[in-house]
């Protein structure tokens, strides 16, 4: 299995994330949606990068018990509540990606939404990765 970043010249640099994945052999393998809920299925903490980086880990976990790690991530989506609360916690949301993550960056989109299904969830995220 082979994952190579491509990002066209002519979209500009991007910050934090690669316009695309071209991936070559290996399976797929979708991950739902994940939010920050422990394995108690409660909410970690109400503080929005808390909730970020332990719905990373969840898919990790899911990723990690497929055989594969951060870098066999190629792509996720990211549903926020609230997009004020994910730009005012930016640089806590960067922290908590990349150490999850790493300096592994998928293709990432990130929707603004009225609500998730879990009313205390601010962010859930959903996964491909190619194992």
Do not use: C
Not at 45 to 57: G, I, P, R, T
Not at 62 to 76: C, D, F, I, K, S
Not at 119 to 129: G, N
């Amino acid at each position: 299995m082979e994952i190579k970043v491509i990002n066209p010249t002519e979209l500009g640099a991007p910050r934090g994330y690669s316009n695309g994945i071209l991936a070559t052999g290996g399976s797929l393998l979708f991950v739902a949606g994940q939010i920050g809920w422990t394995s108690e299925q409660k909410i970690i903490s109400d503080n929005f990068a808390e909730q970020f980086e332990q719905a990373l880990k969840n898919i990790q976990s899911v990723v990690l018990a497929a055989g594969g790690g951060p870098e066999n991530v190629a792509r996720l989506t990211i549903y926020v509540t609230s997009k004020q609360q994910y730009q005012e916690q930016i640089k806590n949301v960067g922290e908590a990606y990349r150490k999850v993550m790493g300096k592994h960056y998928p293709a990432m989109t990130l929707v603004e939404v009225k609500s998730l299904l879990d009313p205390d969830a601010k962010v859930e995220i959903e996964a491909t990765a190619i194992i």
